[in-house]
């Protein structure tokens, strides 16, 4: 059977979590990272030297990266639904997944969560947490900018490009922090939200 390594609160985790669930694709999950250990053990850094989470075993095939392990799941377990047959269906989603993670707005999404969430408040560095906040906020009105007159990112039908930036959403829009009023990206959430998936694996209390 499928494995996955990872623990839960990984907003890396969630996404092939989501992924998987979306695709009705049974898997094993093995908890590690953070207080799980395991990513740090020579066994584990074998699998993947990055020592992160998370990591899959499909029958031997072994693949890190979230967005690479979201593509290959879509491409392999829900070709024609969340890995669309049209190329240029499928290019518009890669597009989408790439601007996630080579722009920099994943980091500075980070740069706000790590301090709200896993330094302690007399340690954060909320100098920090300004400018990352600033430069999310920035990445988020494209979005929205996007998604106005879409129900999902590419368009009518729900793929594998909405999941990087429906879970960096969550985070966005559950976090204490000021944000601008982004409607159509409030209403694509509140579409994320009808999906059971979404509510299993991403739409939790932040922690
Ligand atoms: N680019 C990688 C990043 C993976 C990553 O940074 N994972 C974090 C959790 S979100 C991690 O393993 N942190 C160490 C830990 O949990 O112990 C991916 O998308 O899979």
């Not at 990206?185 to 994320?192: N, P, S, T």
């Amino acid at each position: 059977m499928l494995r996955v390594w990872g623990r839960t609160t990984s907003i890396n985790v969630q996404k092939v979590l989501w992924c998987l669930a979306e695709a009705g694709t049974p898997y094993e999950r093995i908890d590690a990272g953070l207080a799980f250990g395991k990513n740090n053990e020579d066994w584990y850094r074998q699998m993947n030297p990055n020592g992160l989470v998370p990591t899959i075993d499909d029958d031997g095939f072994i693949l890190w990266e979230s967005n690479a392990i979201v593509r290959y799941l879509a491409a392999r377990y829900a070709p024609g639904t969340l890995c669309p047959t049209d190329e240029r269906e499928r290019a518009d989603a890669d597009r989408w997944m790439e601007w996630h993670s080579t722009s920099a707005w994943g980091g500075a999404l980070r740069i706000v969560f790590f301090n709200l969430y896993r330094v302690a408040p007399e340690k954060r560095d909320l100098a920090a947490v300004t400018s990352a906040l600033a430069q999310s906020i920035g990445y988020f009105r494209t979005l929205d900018a996007q998604l106005a007159g879409r129900r999902f990112i590419t368009g009518e039908r729900f793929n594998m490009g909405d999941i990087p930036m429906g879970a960096a959403t969550h985070r966005f829009l559950n976090m204490p922090i000021e944000r601008p009023q982004l409607p159509a990206l409030q209403a694509w959430y509140e579409r994320l939200l009808e999906r059971p998936a979404f509510r299993t694996h991403v739409a939790l209390p932040l922690s």
